[in-house]
């Protein structure tokens, strides 16, 4: 646990640095906030932060998401309140949440809270994550043609559940033609699906290869929406070293429309910024090894898996595979009792609250969070005053790429975990 420098000490160097050690221009909380968005970005980036959480398994049960069950770790804390505040400090307005109280005529704060519930929902299908699990009753129509839930905007992975027999049936993804080259004849014959398409139907509807012969239960991994409540303790469900990316694509929104606050110069830089967070999120690894009563795991993509094991999801016993995907792990063989499973994970950056909390940084690189705090900080200023603060971002970014070559040294063996993302999408766990 680092020691070297408390919340407070590097928010007064930072306010130093910007002339302004009274904090008249830039709050504590305001500059406190650029802090903490420089830890959790560099996280995002580097994966900086490595940890091992414990948690039990449940008889029965073989998915486990570590944003549930070790929430400190892989924490989905941020609020569409601190968003808000953050993004008001951005257009020098009042920070005082989704009341909006004495905000000005430029952006009205309904708008600014419907652009950051926007902008969460398309950075959830651009960066496809989180992932989500669940179960849902499926009683298509004789056709096979079934509504899915509004929320569920993108499919990764499917599975009927045989209510007769109990067993659970993973299905490829397929579309008509290859439907219709292999039996054109097809969606006569109900029967036990083996298949889905998605590429023929509505935006929300699914398509089962055969029609099934009876009701069953639909396994989906997908992303979700979400119709966010404005209220300043709502849940963004998104994890937080890449939640900033939903402010900058708000931002962007704002500040590009023909209105009082149009500037194009800084929306542009914003658009970019969110570009930046989708990359990096769909590109970034949160699990790095799994162990069950300390016995190390082999790792695998959820198509591997379901190729390897096509009813790994009926058979009981001690698990001897994992399959992960974002935040999910998938664990086969399915539990039989209760075991102990140890995961080391890339967490979510340790972030500091009260001014005496140490930043959990070295200091020799704590300067490229002071850099990216201060670069931040003058968005505000617009025009050439903004601009001449790119070179700190920059040197950011350098920081960043600098860290990921000592990475690659210290876990040399560790790389193709590592890239574990791009494994799903060349087999196709995440559509491309």
Request: aromatic share 10%; charged share 20%; glycine share 6%.
């Amino acid at each position: 646990m680092y020691t070297q420098y408390t919340l407070a000490g590097v928010a007064a160097e930072i306010s130093a640095a910007l002339q302004d050690t009274s904090n008249v221009y830039w709050s504590l909380d305001e500059v406190y906030r650029a802090i903490r968005e420089g830890l959790l970005h560099w996280g995002l980036l580097t994966s900086y932060w490595r940890e091992r959480g414990l948690f039990p398994t449940v008889a029965g049960t073989f998915d486990y998401d570590c944003s549930t069950l070790l929430p400190t770790l892989r924490a989905q804390a941020y609020t569409l309140g601190d968003l808000t505040r953050e993004a008001q400090y951005h257009l020098l307005e009042p920070a005082n949440g989704v009341l909006g109280v004495g905000m000005s005529d430029q952006i009205p704060i309904f708008a600014l809270t419907l652009a950051l519930a926007r902008a969460r929902n398309e950075y959830t299908l651009d960066a496809q994550t989180p992932l989500v699990a669940g179960d849902f009753a499926a009683a298509p129509p004789p056709t096979g043609r079934m509504p899915l839930d509004q929320s569920v905007v993108l499919v990764q992975r499917m599975a009927w559940k045989d209510l007769t027999t109990g067993i659970y049936h993973p299905l490829r993804r397929q579309d008509a033609l290859a439907s219709d080259s292999a039996n054109y004849l097809w969606n006569l014959t109900p029967h036990l699906p083996f298949a889905y398409s998605t590429a023929e139907t509505r935006p929300i509807e699914v398509q089962f290869i055969p029609p099934p012969a009876a009701n069953g239960r639909l396994y989906l991994v997908y992303v979700e929406s979400r119709n966010l409540a404005i209220a300043e303790g709502t849940l963004l469900s998104v994890g937080d070293e890449a939640v900033h990316g939903v402010k900058w694509r708000a931002l962007y929104e704002l500040l590009a429309g023909q209105g009082q606050a149009y500037d194009p110069l800084r929306a542009r830089y914003c658009l970019e910024r969110y570009n930046a967070f989708v990359q990096a999120a769909g590109q970034a690894k949160s699990i790095l090894r799994v162990q069950v009563n300390d016995r190390t795991l082999q790792l695998d993509t959820l198509w591997n898996l379901d190729c390897k094991r096509p009813r790994w999801m009926n058979q009981l016993g001690t698990p001897n595979l994992a399959a992960v995907a974002g935040d999910i792990i998938w664990l086969s063989k399915v539990p039989d009792i209760a075991y102990a499973v140890t995961v080391d994970t890339v967490r979510t950056a340790p972030l500091p609250v009260l001014p005496a909390d140490f930043v959990q940084i070295g200091r020799e690189e704590l300067p490229y969070i002071f850099d990216y705090a201060r670069h931040i900080l003058s968005f505000k200023l617009g025009g050439s005053e903004f601009v001449s603060t790119m070179p700190l971002y920059d040197n950011f970014l350098r920081g960043a790429a600098q860290r990921n070559k000592i990475l690659a040294a210290q876990a040399r063996y560790l790389t193709a975990l590592f890239e574990q993302p791009q494994k799903a999408a060349e087999v196709g766990d995440v559509p491309a």
